[in-house]
Protein backbone atom coordinates (compact mmCIF):
# COMPACT_ATOMS: atom_id res chain seq x y z
CA UNK A 1 0.00 0.00 0.00
CA UNK A 2 1.55 2.94 -1.43
CA UNK A 3 -0.27 5.56 1.34
CA UNK A 4 -1.76 9.12 0.12
CA UNK A 5 -0.35 10.42 -3.07
CA UNK A 6 -0.30 13.41 -4.15
CA UNK A 7 0.84 15.29 -7.07
CA UNK A 8 2.37 17.56 -7.85
CA UNK A 9 4.54 17.62 -5.05
CA UNK A 10 5.48 21.54 -6.03
CA UNK A 11 3.29 23.73 -8.22
CA UNK A 12 4.56 27.33 -9.50
CA UNK A 13 1.56 29.28 -11.11
CA UNK A 14 0.95 32.39 -12.12
CA UNK A 15 -1.15 34.95 -10.49
CA UNK A 16 -4.87 34.33 -12.45
CA UNK A 17 -3.84 30.93 -13.87
CA UNK A 18 -5.93 27.72 -12.53
CA UNK A 19 -3.79 25.05 -10.01
CA UNK A 20 -4.58 21.58 -10.14
CA UNK A 21 -4.02 19.43 -7.08
CA UNK A 22 -4.64 15.73 -6.97
CA UNK A 23 -5.13 13.08 -4.33
CA UNK A 24 -5.27 9.33 -4.55
CA UNK A 25 -6.33 7.73 -0.96
CA UNK A 26 -4.98 4.62 0.32
CA UNK A 27 -6.49 1.91 -0.92
CA UNK A 28 -9.32 0.65 0.49
CA UNK A 29 -10.42 4.69 1.75
CA UNK A 30 -13.52 5.89 0.69
CA UNK A 31 -12.94 9.21 2.55
CA UNK A 32 -11.08 12.21 1.53
CA UNK A 33 -10.40 14.83 3.76
CA UNK A 34 -8.16 18.62 2.93
CA UNK A 35 -6.18 20.96 4.24
CA UNK A 36 -3.98 23.72 4.00
CA UNK A 37 -1.33 25.01 6.01
CA UNK A 38 -0.22 28.81 5.48
CA UNK A 39 3.05 29.78 6.26
CA UNK A 40 3.64 29.87 10.30
CA UNK A 41 0.30 28.29 10.80
CA UNK A 42 -1.62 25.13 11.23
CA UNK A 43 -3.32 22.80 9.09
CA UNK A 44 -6.60 24.30 8.53
CA UNK A 45 -9.87 21.95 7.49
CA UNK A 46 -10.88 22.58 4.06
CA UNK A 47 -13.39 20.13 2.56
CA UNK A 48 -14.42 16.66 3.05
CA UNK A 49 -15.51 14.00 0.56
CA UNK A 50 -16.55 11.11 -0.21
CA UNK A 51 -17.37 8.91 -3.64
CA UNK A 52 -18.95 11.31 -5.58
CA UNK A 53 -20.23 13.74 -2.62
CA UNK A 54 -18.72 16.58 -0.91
CA UNK A 55 -20.18 16.04 2.51
CA UNK A 56 -18.28 19.45 4.23
CA UNK A 57 -16.84 22.14 2.31
CA UNK A 58 -17.40 24.98 5.25
CA UNK A 59 -13.25 24.98 5.61
CA UNK A 60 -13.60 26.24 1.77
CA UNK A 61 -13.27 29.58 0.85
CA UNK A 62 -16.19 30.87 -0.75
CA UNK A 63 -14.99 31.20 -4.07
CA UNK A 64 -12.41 30.27 -6.59
CA UNK A 65 -12.03 27.21 -5.12
CA UNK A 66 -13.93 23.75 -5.87
CA UNK A 67 -12.95 20.09 -4.62
CA UNK A 68 -14.05 16.47 -6.20
CA UNK A 69 -14.12 12.86 -5.69
CA UNK A 70 -15.17 10.99 -8.77
CA UNK A 71 -16.10 7.66 -8.77
CA UNK A 72 -12.94 7.00 -10.36
CA UNK A 73 -10.02 8.34 -10.18
CA UNK A 74 -8.12 10.80 -7.79
CA UNK A 75 -9.67 13.60 -5.75
CA UNK A 76 -9.02 16.81 -7.16
CA UNK A 77 -8.62 20.61 -5.22
CA UNK A 78 -8.59 23.14 -7.78
CA UNK A 79 -8.45 26.70 -7.60
CA UNK A 80 -8.69 29.25 -10.37
CA UNK A 81 -7.12 32.47 -10.82
CA UNK A 82 -5.36 31.88 -8.23
CA UNK A 83 -3.68 34.63 -6.08
CA UNK A 84 -0.23 35.42 -4.46
CA UNK A 85 -2.06 34.68 -1.05
CA UNK A 86 -2.92 30.98 -1.91
CA UNK A 87 0.37 30.01 -1.82
CA UNK A 88 0.87 27.32 1.20
CA UNK A 89 1.21 23.83 1.47
CA UNK A 90 -2.11 21.56 0.70
CA UNK A 91 -2.56 18.46 2.28
CA UNK A 92 -4.50 15.51 1.49
CA UNK A 93 -5.82 12.53 4.10
CA UNK A 94 -7.67 9.75 3.62
CA UNK A 95 -9.24 7.09 5.85
CA UNK A 96 -11.80 4.29 5.94
CA UNK A 97 -15.66 4.89 5.62
CA UNK A 98 -16.54 6.90 9.06
CA UNK A 99 -15.51 4.65 12.39
CA UNK A 100 -16.05 7.39 14.48
CA UNK A 101 -13.88 10.10 15.52
CA UNK A 102 -10.59 7.75 16.57
CA UNK A 103 -10.25 6.67 12.97
CA UNK A 104 -6.78 8.30 11.78
CA UNK A 105 -6.22 9.76 9.08
CA UNK A 106 -3.40 8.84 6.95
CA UNK A 107 -1.56 11.94 5.75
CA UNK A 108 -0.17 12.61 2.05
CA UNK A 109 3.01 14.66 1.84
CA UNK A 110 1.47 17.26 0.12
CA UNK A 111 1.69 20.08 -2.51
CA UNK A 112 3.24 23.11 -2.19
CA UNK A 113 1.69 25.51 -4.06
CA UNK A 114 3.76 28.83 -5.14
CA UNK A 115 2.00 31.99 -7.21
CA UNK A 116 4.23 33.97 -8.29
CA UNK B 1 -15.72 26.71 17.71
CA UNK B 2 -12.90 24.58 18.34
CA UNK B 3 -9.03 25.48 18.93
CA UNK B 4 -6.05 24.23 19.67
CA UNK B 5 -2.87 25.99 20.64
CA UNK B 6 0.66 24.73 20.78
CA UNK B 7 2.61 27.88 22.61
CA UNK B 8 5.99 27.46 21.72
CA UNK B 9 6.99 27.68 17.90
CA UNK B 10 10.69 26.07 18.86
CA UNK B 11 11.79 23.94 21.74
CA UNK B 12 15.23 22.93 21.99
CA UNK B 13 16.56 20.26 24.70
CA UNK B 14 19.72 17.94 25.23
CA UNK B 15 19.95 14.39 24.27
CA UNK B 16 18.58 12.38 27.44
CA UNK B 17 16.85 15.62 29.17
CA UNK B 18 12.83 15.42 29.48
CA UNK B 19 10.72 17.41 27.04
CA UNK B 20 7.13 18.57 26.99
CA UNK B 21 5.31 19.91 24.50
CA UNK B 22 2.59 22.20 25.73
CA UNK B 23 -1.01 21.49 24.00
CA UNK B 24 -4.33 23.39 24.62
CA UNK B 25 -7.65 23.05 23.67
CA UNK B 26 -11.19 24.75 23.97
CA UNK B 27 -13.96 22.95 22.92
CA UNK B 28 -17.39 22.68 24.44
CA UNK B 29 -17.75 19.04 23.93
CA UNK B 30 -15.99 15.42 24.89
CA UNK B 31 -12.56 15.92 22.61
CA UNK B 32 -10.61 13.28 21.06
CA UNK B 33 -7.07 14.39 21.02
CA UNK B 34 -4.15 13.24 18.88
CA UNK B 35 -0.18 13.98 18.36
CA UNK B 36 0.94 14.16 14.93
CA UNK B 37 4.86 14.18 13.98
CA UNK B 38 6.58 15.42 10.74
CA UNK B 39 10.08 14.18 10.38
CA UNK B 40 12.48 16.35 8.06
CA UNK B 41 11.11 15.40 4.24
CA UNK B 42 8.45 12.77 5.10
CA UNK B 43 4.76 12.97 5.61
CA UNK B 44 2.48 14.17 8.56
CA UNK B 45 1.98 10.83 10.80
CA UNK B 46 -0.09 10.13 14.29
CA UNK B 47 2.27 9.22 17.10
CA UNK B 48 -0.75 8.81 19.46
CA UNK B 49 -4.30 9.51 20.70
CA UNK B 50 -5.55 10.04 23.70
CA UNK B 51 -8.09 7.60 24.14
CA UNK B 52 -5.45 4.77 23.34
CA UNK B 53 -3.52 5.57 26.20
CA UNK B 54 -0.28 4.42 24.89
CA UNK B 55 3.20 4.83 24.89
CA UNK B 56 4.76 5.49 21.63
CA UNK B 57 8.41 5.82 20.69
CA UNK B 58 8.56 6.55 24.86
CA UNK B 59 5.63 9.77 24.00
CA UNK B 60 2.89 9.71 26.30
CA UNK B 61 0.12 12.54 26.49
CA UNK B 62 -2.59 12.58 29.56
CA UNK B 63 -5.82 14.34 28.89
CA UNK B 64 -6.08 16.73 31.86
CA UNK B 65 -10.04 17.98 31.18
CA UNK B 66 -9.77 20.56 33.82
CA UNK B 67 -6.85 22.14 32.68
CA UNK B 68 -7.70 21.36 28.86
CA UNK B 69 -4.18 20.18 28.03
CA UNK B 70 -2.92 17.74 26.24
CA UNK B 71 0.75 18.06 26.73
CA UNK B 72 3.19 15.51 24.85
CA UNK B 73 6.09 14.32 27.40
CA UNK B 74 8.95 12.21 27.26
CA UNK B 75 11.51 11.39 29.83
CA UNK B 76 14.85 10.93 28.07
CA UNK B 77 14.64 12.89 24.77
CA UNK B 78 16.62 11.35 21.52
CA UNK B 79 18.44 13.43 18.83
CA UNK B 80 15.62 11.14 16.42
CA UNK B 81 12.77 13.08 18.14
CA UNK B 82 13.92 16.16 16.18
CA UNK B 83 10.95 16.72 14.19
CA UNK B 84 7.81 19.33 14.24
CA UNK B 85 5.06 18.02 16.62
CA UNK B 86 1.44 19.48 15.74
CA UNK B 87 -1.77 18.57 18.69
CA UNK B 88 -4.83 18.28 17.20
CA UNK B 89 -8.63 17.80 18.08
CA UNK B 90 -10.77 15.98 16.69
CA UNK B 91 -14.54 16.64 16.32
CA UNK B 92 -17.98 16.41 14.18
CA UNK B 93 -18.73 18.89 12.15
CA UNK B 94 -21.98 20.00 10.31
CA UNK B 95 -23.00 16.67 8.31
CA UNK B 96 -21.20 13.94 10.11
CA UNK B 97 -17.97 15.04 8.96
CA UNK B 98 -14.85 14.09 11.63
CA UNK B 99 -12.21 16.94 10.85
CA UNK B 100 -9.18 17.68 12.67
CA UNK B 101 -8.47 21.13 14.28
CA UNK B 102 -4.70 21.55 14.12
CA UNK B 103 -2.16 23.65 16.49
CA UNK B 104 0.01 25.60 14.62
CA UNK B 105 2.93 23.43 15.72
CA UNK B 106 6.35 23.27 17.65
CA UNK B 107 9.57 22.22 16.28
CA UNK B 108 11.79 20.09 18.28
CA UNK B 109 15.63 19.83 18.25
CA UNK B 110 17.13 17.67 20.40
CA UNK B 111 20.63 18.83 20.35
CA UNK B 112 23.44 16.10 21.14
Known amino acids: NAGVMQNPRHLVRRRGQEARLRCSPMKGHSHVYWYRQLPEEGLKFMVY????????ESGMPKERFSAEFPKEGPSILRIQQVVRGDSAAYFC??????????????FGQGTRLTVV | AQRVTQPEKLLSVFKGAPVELKCNYS??????LFWYVQYSRQRLQLLLR??SRESIKGFTADLNKGETSFHLKKPFAQEEDSAMYYCALSTISSGSARQLTFGSGTQLTVLP
Open chain 1, 93 to 106: ASSPAFGGLNTEAF
Open chain 1, 49 to 56: LQKENIID
Open chain 2, 50 to 51: HI
Open chain 2, 27 to 32: YSGSPE
